[in-house]
């Protein structure tokens, strides 16, 4: 059976979700939403290639966030990470290891919060990043990018390596920001985020509602980026894949057309970048 809509990202190995994780599956069953849990750290990929074996409508992703190669943040939702750094071996390996495993990331740049060191950091991060695009071209799988504060820098990165196959998730940038990334052959992927209100005093213009309204239907996917970012109905709470109806039904209402047509249209090109 196919599914209603793909939540193209979200962490369900996560501790966040240990506690009722049956429950988050059973619900999104009842909508017949299918997900990416998206390893952060070698060693939660593992989890996520775990879980996705054994539960239908489950795909996993292999990476480290570029957060991980220049900070020692724990946050408890996720859980500890110890790895800063990979190699194109072990990331080829790894990926290689399940055919659940669809793509490579969650990886990219996070300029957002840097160390005082800031061009050691930014250049440790592009390394690693660059690390993901090689084993992504040996396995010919799409790239699952993070990018804060630094979108332009990433289109350049991806133009230069001749790869941009792939999707741009959480994306909350201006029509000027996301063109480049289209134009590369991006695909855009927006979150609760959009759901949002806008922020008192921005301008309109820049508001990621234009930006949702320009993207080719066939380069736009949904996600939730659970456990966090509940959409704007469920703010406050911990997120969850069954929630990414509230981001389809906001990107329908922002274009005017109806939610299953976006669910139809988002799913397909979300089964095909990640061939699921």
Not at 89 to 94: I, P, T
Not at 135 to 160: F, G, M, N, T, Y
């Amino acid at each position: 059976m196919k599914p209603f809509l793909v939540d193209t990202h979200c962490h369900l190995h996560f501790p966040a979700y240990d506690a009722d994780r049956e429950q988050v599956l059973e619900r999104m069953n009842e909508k017949n939403i299918w997900a990416l849990t998206i390893g952060t750290a070698i060693g939660n990929a593992r989890n996520a290639i775990k879980l996705a074996e054994s539960t239908e409508g489950i795909w996993a992703t292999v990476g480290l966030h570029p957060s991980h190669t220049t900070s020692d943040h724990v946050d408890t939702d996720e859980g500890e990470v110890h790895e800063h750094d990979l190699t194109v071996e072990g990331l080829v390996a790894l990926a290689r290891s399940s055919k659940k495993v669809v793509a490579i990331g969650e990886a990219g740049l996070d300029f957002y919060r840097l160390p005082e060191e800031r061009e050691a950091a930014i250049q440790k991060q592009e390394k690693v990043f660059r690390t993901h695009i090689e084993a992504a071209k040996q396995l010919d799988l799409p790239l699952v990018v993070h990018c804060r504060d630094a979108l332009s820098r990433l289109a350049e990165i991806l133009e230069e390596t001749g790869y941009a196959k792939g999707v741009v998730h959480s994306f909350t940038g201006t029509w000027e920001e996301a063109k480049p990334l289209l134009d590369l052959g991006m695909h855009i992927a927006v979150n609760g985020i959009a759901t949002f209100p806008l922020r008192k005093g921005k301008d309109p213009s820049t508001a990621i509602n234009e930006t949702i309204k320009r993207i080719p239907v066939e380069r736009l996917l949904v996600e939730t980026d659970a456990p966090w970012l509940a959409p704007n109905t469920y703010r406050g709470k911990r997120n969850e894949p069954s929630y990414v109806e509230e981001v389809a039904k906001h990107a329908a209402h922002v274009r005017g057309v109806t939610l299953e047509e976006i669910a139809k249209q988002t799913t397909e090109n979300a089964r095909a970048l990640f061939l699921i």
